[in-house]
T-cell receptor, first 113, second 114 residues
Framework: DQQVKQNSPSLSVQEGRISILNCDYT??????FLWYKKYPAEGPTFLIS?????DKNEDGRFTVFLNKSAKHLSLHIVPSQPGDSAVYFC????????????FGKGTKLSVKP | ETGVTQSPTHLIKTRGQQVTLRCSSQ?????VSWYQQALGQGPQFIFQ???????GRGNFPPRFSGLQFPNYSSELNVNALELDDSALYLC?????????????FGPGTRLTVL
């Protein structure tokens, strides 16, 4: 059973607009969440993270929001750029783990010029 | 500072064979984690090594084994290959010691089992 779910396999957005990528989780023991970006033929690249003691974390154009009661997090990219086109993975880890990450299936973002 | 590298890039094996995949971590990174990414799926945790000792394991059978060496290199070995082992294998290195250390991924090895 998937503990981290990204229900949208793909998302298409116009350049300059906001991209919102969503992620749901089922394990209430998750307390650390991350977003990774992956280009073809490259490994995933860390983008941004958030601890469960926060509900928002910003880094430049990227903001991650965490709603613990809904077990939902989202990544906002504003403004979206064509270079943001990639597969975005949501990942989570639990306090009792050694940091091994549980990933969602990913959402392919296409930003059109 | 060099990134995480993996070799080979691609590999084709037949069912029942054994395979060794290699990873070179960033210098100073004491932790290496291995993930399997099947087509259309997210990476799935195989195991983690910290200072040459296995430090955690996912839901993979014992025919998946690993080694970590003092020179920041590591190996993933898979025995008795099955068709379902066809996937992208990713290694990720991190400083280690803190659960929330950022994991830096290599480009992966694409394994095809025929």
């Amino acid at each position: 059973d998937q503990q981290v779910k990204q229900n949208s396999p793909s998302l298409s957005v116009q350049e300059g607009r906001i991209s919102i990528l969503n992620c749901d989780y089922t394990n209430s023991m998750f307390d650390y969440f991350l977003w990774y970006k992956k280009y073809p033929a490259e490994g995933p690249t860390f983008l941004i993270s958030i601890s469960s003691i926060k509900d928002k974390n910003e880094d430049g154009r990227f903001t991650v929001f965490l709603n613990k009661s809904a077990k939902h997090l989202s990544l906002h990219i504003v403004p979206s750029q064509p270079g943001d086109s990639a597969v975005y993975f949501c990942a989570a880890s639990t306090m009792g783990s050694q940091g091994n990450l549980i990933f969602g299936k990913g959402t392919k973002l296409s930003v059109k010029p | 500072e060099t990134g995480v590298t993996q070799s080979p890039t691609h590999l084709i094996k037949t069912r029942g064979q054994q395979v060794t995949l290699r990873c070179s971590s960033q210098s100073g990174h004491n932790t290496v984690s291995w993930y399997q990414q099947a087509l259309g799926q997210g990476p799935q945790f195989i195991f983690q090594y910290y200072r040459e000792e296995e430090n955690g394991r996912g839901n993979f059978p014992p025919r998946f084994s690993g080694l970590q060496f003092p020179n920041y290199s590591s190996e993933l070995n898979v025995n008795a290959l099955e068709l379902d082992d066809s996937a992208l294998y990713l290694c990720a290195s991190s400083l280690g010691g803190v659960r929330t250390d950022t994991q830096y991924f290599g480009p992966g090895t694409r394994l095809t089992v025929l």
